[in-house]
């Protein structure tokens, strides 16, 4: 999965972006172009591999996605040390020229533009073999899920965006106008019902195939966008068959183990980004995460999460308060109860659950976390690996980034019950996740509005610092009423404003494209 993809870069570069010819011009026939490069498995796959690596591009998971979601959905809080485009994330004074999120709106087009490649050159390849057949239906299939992944995402921030449905249609339309949300949606399916009838099984994959997606990434990844249009049936149709066979998927039995450096086979993950620590290549440069990939990168894939969180070393963020209080709560029996995952997800003190020491594997063994009130809070551990080392050096990560797992399908499956007036039949799956970490199984959970209340906080609290929560708060419609009760206890200022439920249109979009820009309201979106 982790390969060099220069070739089909330099193809992407020398297609549809030339100057215009003379007729002194002459062309090389043995050149390298759109037309003549994508001729076979290998050249198709070299472009598959090139689409999934814009998942590490700016504003995507190799640095940004996680301060953008982390920050916005509030599991994190600003430290002193956080500056630049990233800072005004936390309370949203950003501004439509925020280079942050103008990388994510533009890394989000790259996967659809690579995407596209992919889908145009495949379709047209006439392959021999067998194999090259079941080749040719998996290379559109991972296509179409990674064009519905940035699609999925261009509509739920930013509601009505261009759609752009092919290359061709890419380059002979520089200037795209808006479509619908429903348009959007309606796409965002159609793909990934083509992709989960394409895609093979996880279990007939090859090893070497770790990091590309599969029938069960595409149901989950559907699932989701059901979820997020309300269409319960369908959402608790596509998620379902993920429990039973021919799917093996199942809770990990160390809850610490998804988010270590060994956790790339765990049984948990159905769609994850591919990392690796930097030194592992023999080749790359530890700070391409701020802006040199498939530059002076090199093979660098590693995430630089650990060194921006942690504690010991860059200091960027706290775990926000409102989090760390969401982790104490009353069980049952009206008795105060302390989250047992709290211990797994930050650093801090006995009165709020969080671990108290690290280093435990370390030369120099066991350390103290210096936590200090004075400090402004508690610090992330969830994707941290303090436990091996007393600090980083630099950027180094090589912890996946997990985008789905299968306790979030757990607990979506318990929402499409729940929202359906049937809390009884989703109640199982929230215990199910909590019965992992040994919490308190719930006997019932109440009418349905004190369900969701408790599903809404299995989710907070069991995928903290996973960028979860900001889409469930968008999707649930309680972002603005939520977040500010929490900025103002926080940062003392209620600062998200009605506006800000969609992210403005990037200044740089409006700059360049009059369609877009004439269809603005008030200069946000």
Known sequence: ?????????????????????????????????????????????????????????????????YFIFDLMGNDAKRDAPLQGDIRPLSDFTFTPSNSILTSLWASMYRLVLRANVVIDRATVWQPATPADQALQKQYIAEAKFLRAYANMHLVMLWGRAPLRTSYSEAMSNLYPKRNTAAEL???VENDLKAAVTDLPYPKDQASNDLGRVNKGAASALLGKVYLFQKKWAEARAALQPLTQAPYTYQLSTSYDDLFTQNNQ????????????????????????????????????????????????????????????????????????????RAKSVFYGNAASGGK????????????????????????????????????????????????????DVLLMLAETYIQEDNAEAGRPFINQVRQRVAAFQYTTLGAKANAMNILMRERRIELSGEQSRYFDLLRWGLLKQVLNAELKAQYGAETFLD????????????????????DIANSWN
């Open 1 to 65: 999965m982790k390969r060099s993809f220069s070739i089909i870069l330099a193809v992407l570069l020398l297609t549809g972006f030339g100057c215009s010819k003379s007729k002194l011009d002459v062309e090389n026939p043995g050149a390298y172009g759109y037309d003549n490069y994508f001729t076979g498995a290998a050249q198709l796959n070299e472009a598959v591999i090139a689409t999934y690596a814009v998942l590490l591009h700016n504003g995507m998971w190799s640095r940004e996605y």
């Open 185 to 187: 949606w309606t796409a």
């Open 265 to 340: 086979s765990n049984p948990e993950i159905l769609f994850q980004v591919m990392h690796a620590k930097w030194t592992d290549w023999g080749i790359g440069n530890q700070y391409y995460v701020f802006g040199g990939q498939e530059t002076w990168g090199n093979k660098a894939t590693h995430s630089d999460r650990a060194q921006e969180y942690g504690f010991n070393d860059w200091r960027n963020v706290f775990v926000s308060d409102a989090l760390v209080n969401a982790f104490r709560y009353t069980n049952e029996a009206g008795n105060a109860y302390v989250d047992p």
């Open 356 to 407: 108290t020491d690290y280093c435990n594997q370390c030369p120099e063994g066991t350390q103290v976390y210096p936590f200090a009130e004075s400090q402004g809070g508690y610090r992330w551990r969830k994707y941290q690996y303090y436990e091996e080392v007393k600090s980083y050096g630099g950027p180094a990560s090589g912890i996946n980034s997990l985008v789905i797992r299968y306790a």
């Open 499 to 518: 506006r800000n439920v969609l992210l403005p249109i990037p200044q740089q979009e409006k700059d360049t494209n009059p369609n877009v820009a004439s």
